[in-house]
């Protein structure tokens, strides 16, 4: 695992620590986050590293991590309007979105090319036919 | 014989002549002519080559072909490793295809270039909070590159070094660097520069029939205020470039959003009602770094592209007036 994953995980357990009741899902979800690419699953993880597994708190904390995901995606697309650094933004922010991707269950079968921006909100899916 | 002894000669002369032209001609060319070179070059050229993405210790290779036509950027990606993302942009319409998890992911994009959305500029206000030098010249993806370093004055915001094509002023490579150490980079390992794109070099290479499409608005919703929320000790050269009210995604929350620069490094400040358990505290995404922390009724969080030290500071003395 590469130390950036390293730190990431160690960060993901001490976030969670004080919230009596993280999931797994949304553990994972953190990782995505904090780690974007990296690949390691809970399963590879140290028992020592291993976040705490409880039943509650999974809307509050899932909210929390939405919200930070969010943060950085308006950071990343502000930050680019004013034309100042963060070379690879765009690329920072596409994997942020991929992680949107997971959240979204599929609508009504629709043309790409119906697709259209004014009847279209923020993580709509559809499918094409 | 002679006739071709003087003819080569001669060629070897106008050789040298030239060359002996190109060098006074790059050594008098500023460090801040380069920048502005590298932003007309990153809009205007067309380029297909293999790109090393490295963050954190981890590499990524991308197959990049970009060029523009009639005005409209025509540009593809494709990740080498992993998922397999593959992303198609015609003009500011993108489509990322996932193939592992079959979706689309649909987006508006406004910058010029997927590698290169943003680019330290000759805006910079050189002398104050960084510098910027002329440092070498190296090869880089096979071609003859000038380096050039942007250099902070204090720890509160990374460095740059950035190798420019000699002949093109595209960019090669690119580092962040923070206590002289590259913490990403961007390099191409291959590169063909203004050569003709077929068309087949931007089609995608998967039938996305049957795949799930995703669309996302083209960025969040904001509204300029006046906020009274600022700091008295933010680090110096930062001040505020624009403040909004945004709407979040999938709910109807409003946060203050606030920009500072100091005209290379950016920081958002997100000013947000208290809800529930706040995680505090550091995060930190490749060089970019976030800080959360509650003041009274509201959760106050930033994110840079800056030290870990320099979001702390932001956050952690943000009050309203």
Redesign the interface.
């Known amino acids: 695992m ?4 390293l ?2 995980v160690v ?1 993901a357990s ?2 969670i620590r ?2 009596a009741g993280a999931a797994i899902a949304a553990t994972v979800a953190l990782i995505g ?2 780690a ?4 390691t699953s809970l399963d590879e993880l140290p028992a020592e590293m291993a976040p705490p597994v409880a039943n509650q ?1 999974v809307p ?2 899932d ?6 995901r ?6 990343a ?16 922010s ?1 994997r942020f ?2 992680e ?3 959240a ?1 269950e ?1 609508d009504e079968p ?1 043309e ?1 090319a119906d ?1 259209d ?1 004014s009847e ?10 | 014989m002679r006739a071709t002894r003087q003819h080569a000669a001669s060629g070897l002369l106008a050789v040298l002549s030239t060359l002996a032209g190109i060098a006074p001609v790059l050594a008098e060319v500023q460090p801040d002519d380069w920048l502005n070179r590298m932003a007309a070059a990153v809009q205007s050229t067309s380029y297909e080559g293999t790109v090393i ?1 490295i ?4 590499a ?1 290779a991308l197959k990049v072909v970009h060029t523009v036509k009639d005005g409209v950027i025509l540009e593809r990606v494709v990740a080498q490793e ?2 397999g ?1 593959e ?1 198609i942009r015609n003009g500011n319409e993108v489509h ?1 295809i ?1 193939p592992d ?1 079959k ?9 010029q270039s ?8 000759s ?1 910079i206000r050189f002398g104050n909070e960084y510098d910027v030098a002329i440092v070498g010249k190296e090869r880089v993806a096979g071609r003859e590159a000038i380096a050039l370093a942007i250099r902070p004055h204090d720890a509160y915001r ?1 460095g ?1 070094r950035i190798w420019l094509d000699t002949e093109t002023s595209f960019p090669l490579q ?1 580092q ?1 660097i923070h206590n002289g150490t590259p913490i ?1 980079q ?1 390099k191409f390992a291959e590169i063909t520069l203004n050569q003709q794109i077929h068309a087949s070099a931007l089609e995608p290479s998967y039938s ?13 919703v904001g509204t300029k205020v006046k906020t009274s929320w600022t700091s008295d000790e933010l680090p110096a050269g930062f001040r505020a ?2 403040t ?1 009210e ?1 709407t ?3 709910s109807d929350e409003v946060v203050t ?1 606030i ?1 500072y ?1 100091d ?4 920081v ?1 400040v ?1 000013i ?1 009602a208290k ?5 505090s ?6 060089g ?1 770094n ?1 800080f ?1 922390v509650e003041r009274g009724d509201h959760e106050i ?1 930033a ?3 800056v030290p870990a030290m320099t979001v702390e500071q932001i956050a952690t003395t943000m009050q309203p007036l």
């Open positions: 590469e130390a950036e994953a730190k990431a960060g001490r976030a004080p919230l986050i904090f974007l690419q990296q690949t708190g509050e904390i909210a929390q991590l939405e919200r930070q969010q943060f950085f995606v308006n950071h697309e502000t930050s680019s309007q004013h034309g100042a650094n963060g070379m690879n933004s765009r690329v920072v596409l979105s991929e949107l991707v997971d979204t599929p629709v790409p697709l921006a279209l909100d923020n993580e709509k899916s559809t499918t094409q036919p | 993405r963050r954190g210790g981890t990524e992993g998922d993302l992303i990322c996932l998890r979706s689309v992911l649909v987006e508006e994009w406004n910058d997927t590698l290169y959305s943003t680019l330290p500029s805006d990374y740059h690119t962040l990403e961007v996305t029939e049957h795949f799930t499409w995703h669309r996302q608005l083209s960025g969040h470039v624009s909004h945004e979040m995604s999938g959003h920009l620069s005209g290379l490094a950016n958002s997100f947000a809800s529930g358990e706040l995680i505290g550091p995060a930190q995404v490749g970019s976030s959360s969080t994110i840079g592209e």
